[in-house]
Structure formats: structure tokens, C-alpha cells
């Protein structure tokens, strides 16, 4: 069982960068690949970026402007989020994913955060 929090959500101007992040509890947390979504109003969850020990994928949307990471002695996640737009408004979450690769597919991930608003302003 993983519990994740996220935390680093707000709101930022266009042009802005923020980083999120995501405090895992649970025991193997480094044998999990994590994964980071996002939700806008009236849309579909998204994939944005996945994170085993050895592979990274990014969705083609954030690829150059997002960059995940993750610290398994700490137990923590990272999403850094560059130039923002306002079209990147939405609900990140972060996720746990069954199995050892950098999967974009969301019915892999068994454990997800609550999620952290993200709001970028024009």
C-alpha cells in the first residue's frame, strides 16, 4: 500500500514555472513507477510524465517544458513545470503504478494523491 500527497500547487502567470511534488508513505516505494496526471475542468485525466529507476516518458504535450524526477531515500516525487500556459490549468495528480515500466496507460496505476490545483493566468 503507498499513500501519496502532493503539495505545490497556486496560482502563476502565464510564462511561470512551478514545481510540484508528491510525499509517498508505504513500504518498496522505489520498486514503484510514478506517474504524474493532470485533470482539467470537463476533460480527461491526462498523462504527463512517468518515472522508473532507469526509463523517463513524457507526454508530448509537456515534453521540453516539464521535467519529473524522484528522490527514493526521501520517498518523493518532483513535477517542475516550465513556461506554463494557460491551457495547463488543471488538477495534478500524482500516481503508483503496478508492474517496472514508465507506463502512460492510467488503469496501470493503482494509487493516486488527492490532487493539487494549478492555476496559470493569461
Known amino acids: 500500500q503507498v499513500q501519496l500527497v502532493e503539495s505545490g500547487g497556486g496560482l502563476v502567470p502565464a510564462g511561470g514555472s512551478l514545481r510540484l511534488s508528491c510525499a509517498a508513505s508505504g513500504r518498496a516505494f522505489s520498486n514503484y513507477p510514478m506517474g504524474w496526471f493532470r485533470q482539467a475542468p470537463g476533460k480527461e485525466r491526462e498523462f504527463l510524465a512517468a518515472?522508473?529507476?532507469?526509463?523517463?516518458d513524457y507526454a508530448d504535450s509537456v515534453q521540453g517544458r516539464f521535467t519529473i524526477s524522484r528522490d527514493n531515500p526521501k520517498n518523493m516525487v518532483y513535477l517542475q513545470m516550465n513556461s506554463l500556459k494557460p491551457e495547463d490549468t488543471a488538477v495534478y495528480y500524482c500516481a503508483a503504478a503496478r508492474g517496472l515500466l514508465a507506463t502512460r496507460k492510467e488503469n496501470d496505476y493503482m494509487f493516486w494523491g488527492q490532487g493539487t490545483q494549478v492555476t496559470v493566468s493569461s
Open positions: 518515472i522508473t529507476w532507469s526509463a523517463i
